[in-house]
């Protein structure tokens, strides 16, 4: 067994199929067949079964996988530290709540893209869960989420600290007009979103259960449906404060510990940092001084 077998092997069971691995791996389909024969010839175990869709894993299979991602990742890992030579460069893969994205990253990342012409930066948004799980499998090498995260396979780090606010359409004034609303609708994200967890919790502890979600894939599309009365969310006040005039929307401060979130930048336990990594996490941790620099002085 070696990490060719375990490459193959790792490519089959994603894909499901033997010629669909062969087409992502660049080699012939024989080959895939051969090196998997052999590996199942040599561990005693069928690790496939067949069928008339493509390959599905086994029980042995199924044990065999984690090990398998564990040692291309190992390998990945050793490679990109035996190639960072301190200067940034090579790819990073990072993600980041759409919230954070909009507000807080632009400016440093347009500013960190200039310093690093070297760096394959890609940026991909979603929820705290569903970032926490690319970062736990890999596919990102880190992320910004909603903390506090306490994982033993994760290393996180205060990056902001948000104040939120309960975003209405014009019509709602005062925040004790939530608890006369009849079929409120809750405008969210996807599940797996924090603050969808924490607008559940403000109103259950105002009185209002069985609420209808209404589940959204953009932030511009929550923020025109809430400014036409179709429901209410929660967001941070320094992104939507900027356009609540022209989006017709109104803010409802909060208290207490509904008022604040703080985002944490998380990556693996034990994966090597690199200098890529490390010198965005310090830009972008300057620019955050400079926005509250800048957010205290208004």
Not at 52 to 63: D, I, M, N, P
Not at 100 to 121: F, G, K, M
């Amino acid at each position: 067994m070696n990490d060719w077998d375990l490459r193959i092997f790792e490519m089959v069971a994603r894909t499901g199929g033997i010629g669909r691995a062969a087409l992502e791996l660049n080699t012939a389909q024989s080959n895939v067949t051969t090196r998997m024969r052999h590996l199942e010839e040599e561990l005693d175990e069928p690790l496939f079964e067949r069928h008339s869709r493509g390959v599905t894993l086994t029980a042995a299979g199924q044990r065999l996988r984690p090990y398998a991602v564990q040692v291309l990742n190992l390998l990945e890992q050793g490679r990109r530290a035996a190639k960072d030579d301190g200067h940034p460069s090579g790819k990073l893969s990072l993600g980041s709540l759409e919230t954070t994205a909009a507000l807080r990253l632009p400016a440093a990342l347009a500013a960190y893209a200039r310093a690093y012409p070297d760096v394959d930066l890609c940026l991909s948004t979603g929820t705290t869960a569903s970032l926490i799980e690319d970062v736990l499998q890999l596919r990102l090498d880190g992320a910004f989420v909603t903390g506090p995260v306490n994982h033993p396979e994760l290393v996180s780090k205060s990056i902001f600290r948000e104040e939120l606010v309960l975003v209405t359409g014009r019509n709602i004034s005062s925040l004790n007009q939530i608890t006369h609303i009849r079929d409120l609708k809750v405008l969210v994200f996807r599940a797996g979103c924090s603050y969808r967890r924490q607008l559940e919790l403000l109103l259950a502890q105002r009185g209002v259960v069985g609420l209808r979600m209404l589940e959204f894939g953009s932030l511009d599309a929550i923020l025109a449906c809430v400014g036409a009365g179709v429901g209410v969310t929660l967001l941070p006040r320094a992104l939507v404060s900027p356009v609540a005039r022209e989006r017709g929307i109104e803010l409802h401060t909060l208290y207490g510990a509904n008022a604040n979130v703080e985002t944490v930048f998380v990556r693996r336990e034990g994966c090597h940092s690199s200098s890529a990594m490390t010198e965005l996490l310090r830009v972008v941790t300057h620019d955050r001084i400079a926005v509250t620099m800048d957010d205290d002085s208004r």
